[in-house]
């Protein structure tokens, strides 16, 4: 019984650790750099836009074409 005990309390504070190690890597992280749409032109906005498959009007996702 305290060796159950004893491995509950290990795997208990090696969570608590875990946790507390995500955590306080989520809390000092840094965002890259965020790059805005309006830098680009409109002509780069226009090709990088997908021109083969549209959305149908029913909002269904294009069925892929046989190769």
Known sequence: MK????MLHSLFAAC????????GAMLNS????VRLASTSSLG????AAPASCM?????????RRAS
């Open 55 to 63: 959305l149908p009007p029913d909002g269904v996702v294009c069925p």
């Open 16 to 23: 608590l650790l875990a946790c507390g190690l995500i955590l």
């Open 30 to 33: 840094q965002p890259g750099a």
């Open 44 to 47: 780069t906005i226009l090709l």
């Open 3 to 6: 060796f159950e005990t004893l």
